[in-house]
């Protein structure tokens, strides 16, 4: 199929390399439209795929368009659209905050639209994905959506009103975990390991906590329980974590993000 990219940001390359690795497009067929050139040139040599300044252009030769400009802009852009978005095309906005309804309000009656936010692990394929439908998508239009994301990770269907926890928990959630891998790593080269070794050893480790989460079906409880042995070590270890509030902090993370996310749909 035919996608189309406004905006060629991080997230933008990150889905379109998915898109692509997935098969379900080539670099030939994705084009992405962005005003500012290095963002151009960087999706350019990181997908193979052309690029152009021209949003019109990427509207009149994709099916599938994915709105990935920063939220304040997204009014702008399809209201200004000349000519309008038609009605053969199927909009996907990862824009943080900005809802469906004024997605619409700003497109011509009838027009389908989507609104989707993943996160940029879709580069490897595990993306974590929560989308709603407008109005006047169709059954088509959500099995699409399911499908591409599935592609490049997981997807979930969900209310509009639950888009901003996706946001502030999955959405912005890699941030979360780097800074768990980084501070892993850290306390293993003041152990003495090696930076590398450390790193890979800390990345490893969440990965193979988190596949036992999604492979086994068990409560994180049950796992975590399953490794402190009593009096043992980790233990000891889960203490520290409880007396430095991480849990908390973690929440705390996720609210704050969902509370930015529905701020900015509110500028």
Same mark, same amino acid.
């Given at each position: 199929?035919?996608?189309?990219?406004? +905006? &060629?940001?991080?997230? /933008?390359?990150?889905?379109?390399?998915?898109?692509?690795? *997935?098969?379900?497009?080539?670099?030939?067929? !994705?084009?992405?439209?962005?005003?500012?050139?290095?963002?151009?040139?960087?999706?350019?040599?990181?997908?193979?795929?052309?690029?152009?300044?021209?949003?019109? %252009?990427?509207?009149?030769?994709?099916? !599938?368009?994915?709105? /990935?400009?920063?939220? =304040?802009?997204?009014?702008?852009?399809?209201?200004?659209?000349?000519?309008?978005?038609?009605?053969?095309?199927?909009?996907?906005?990862?824009?943080? +905050?900005?809802?469906?309804?004024?997605? %619409?309000?700003?497109?011509?009656?009838?027009?389908? !639209?989507?609104?989707? #936010?993943?996160?940029?692990?879709?580069?490897?394929?595990?993306? &974590?994905? +929560?989308? *709603?439908?407008?109005?006047?998508?169709?059954?088509?239009?959500?099995?699409?959506?399911?499908?591409?994301?599935?592609?490049? +990770?997981?997807?979930?269907?969900?209310?509009?009103?639950?888009?901003?926890?996706?946001?502030?928990?999955?959405?912005?959630?890699?941030?979360?975990?780097?800074?768990?891998?980084?501070?892993?790593?850290?306390?293993?080269?003041? @152990?003495?390991?090696?930076?590398?070794?450390?790193?890979?050893?800390?990345?490893?480790? $969440?990965?193979?906590?988190?596949?036992?989460?999604? @492979?086994?079906?068990? =409560?994180?409880?049950?796992?975590?329980?399953?490794?402190?042995?009593?009096?043992?070590?980790?233990? @000891?270890?889960? =203490?520290? $974590?409880?007396?430095?509030?991480?849990?908390?902090?973690? #929440?705390?993370?996720?609210?704050?993000?969902?509370?930015?996310?529905?701020?900015?749909?509110?500028?």
């Amino acid at each position: 199929m035919r996608i189309g990219f406004w +905006g &060629a940001g991080k997230m /933008a390359t990150a889905l379109a390399q998915g898109f692509i690795r *997935a098969g379900l497009t080539r670099p030939e067929n !994705v084009l992405a439209s962005d005003f500012l050139e290095p963002a151009r040139n960087s999706f350019r040599q990181q997908t193979g795929a052309p690029v152009t300044a021209s949003n019109a %252009e990427v509207a009149a030769t994709s099916e !599938v368009i994915v709105l /990935a400009v920063k939220p =304040h802009q997204v009014v702008a852009l399809l209201s200004g659209l000349n000519p309008p978005l038609g009605p053969d095309r199927l909009l996907i906005s990862i824009a943080a +905050g900005v809802s469906l309804h004024e997605l %619409e309000s700003a497109l011509p009656d009838g027009r389908r !639209v989507l609104r989707v #936010m993943p996160n940029t692990p879709a580069l490897v394929g595990s993306s &974590a994905t +929560g989308y *709603a439908p407008g109005q006047s998508a169709t059954p088509d239009d959500i099995e699409l959506t399911q499908k591409l994301f599935s592609s490049v +990770g997981i997807a979930f269907q969900v209310p509009e009103n639950l888009l901003d926890a996706v946001t502030g928990l999955s959405g912005s959630g890699p941030a979360y975990a780097y800074l768990i891998i980084e501070a892993l790593s850290d306390a293993g080269v003041a @152990e003495g390991l090696p930076r590398d070794t450390a790193t890979r050893l800390a990345a490893q480790t $969440l990965l193979g906590a988190s596949r036992m989460v999604l @492979e086994t079906g068990l =409560h994180p409880a049950e796992l975590k329980d399953m490794v402190t042995s009593p009096g043992g070590t980790t233990i @000891e270890a889960v =203490h520290q $974590l409880e007396l430095g509030g991480v849990r908390g902090a973690l #929440m705390n993370a996720v609210r704050a993000s969902a509370r930015r996310s529905r701020e900015l749909g509110n500028q």
